[in-house]
């Protein structure tokens, strides 16, 4: 609600489909999430590294000149304004606002704009030319693996493909808390009066 600035925040594994960021940030990560919200309300407010990687997001915003907002290895529908900066990632419509800066990103439609800074960029990329799925094409689904048909030449700045599958985080579904998959109670006990139980757990071990 415009009041004190957010500082050091994490948001990790996350659907976000509301998303109102009325309040200037520090420090702060969205991390391996899917964002079908615009979140335009940044735009109003000065954010400090404010972070967003290998995330899938409905549309990207900046802010002003003061701000330094990152967008790194994701996928993103659409831009809008405000200044901020780009690497690594795949813009599936439109450009980039003026002043933003532009590394290593690719564009399936429109021109990346007037005074934006950058190189290594792809422009005009069809769908065809980008994913293995075509009929899923950059669209977030629950089974959609955005496998990219040439990872060896969509290089990023790191050394990793550009997309939500390269980088230091890359997406996956597989949450951090464990969950339980099966289980199965021996009911006969042992002499010693122990139960045998069996689990199977799965869970994300790195970040």
């Known amino acids: 609600s415009g009041g004190k600035a957010i500082e050091n925040l994490l948001v990790r594994k996350c659907k976000i489909t509301s998303l109102h960021w009325n309040a200037g940030s520090k420090n702060c990560k969205i991390s391996q999430c899917v964002s079908t919200w615009d979140i335009y309300s940044i735009y109003y407010y000065e954010q400090q590294n404010?972070?967003?990687?290998?995330?899938?997001?409905?549309?990207?915003r900046g802010s002003g000149l003061s701000s330094t907002i990152m967008y790194d290895h994701?996928?993103?529908?659409?831009?809008?304004?405000?200044?901020?900066?780009?690497?690594?990632?795949i813009i599936l419509k439109g450009g980039l606002p003026e002043n933003c800066t532009s590394y290593n990103n690719i564009f399936t439609a429109g021109s990346i704009g007037s005074n934006v800074t950058g190189e290594n960029n792809w422009t005009g990329i069809g769908i065809d030319g980008i994913f293995t799925d075509t009929e899923q094409g950059g669209d977030y689904?629950?089974?959609?693996?955005?496998?990219l048909c040439f990872p060896?030449?969509?290089?990023?700045?790191?050394?990793?493909?550009v997309g939500i599958?390269?980088?230091?985080?890359?997406?996956?579904r597989i949450s951090p808390i464990p969950r339980i998959l099966s289980s199965e109670i021996d009911t006969r006990t042992t002499?010693?009066?122990?139960?045998?139980?069996?689990?199977?757990?799965?869970?994300?071990t790195k970040e």
């Open 50 to 60: 404010l972070n967003f990687e290998n995330c899938w997001l409905y549309s990207s």
């Open 74 to 89: 994701c996928i993103i529908g659409g831009t809008a304004d405000g200044y901020a900066h780009y690497t690594n990632s």
């Open 141 to 147: 689904t629950p089974t959609n693996a955005f496998v």
């Open 152 to 161: 060896k030449k969509y290089v990023g700045s790191d050394g990793t493909e």
């Open 165 to 172: 599958n390269g980088g230091n985080a890359p997406f996956d």
């Open 191 to 204: 002499g010693e009066g122990k139960l045998k139980v069996s689990l199977q757990v799965q869970a994300q």
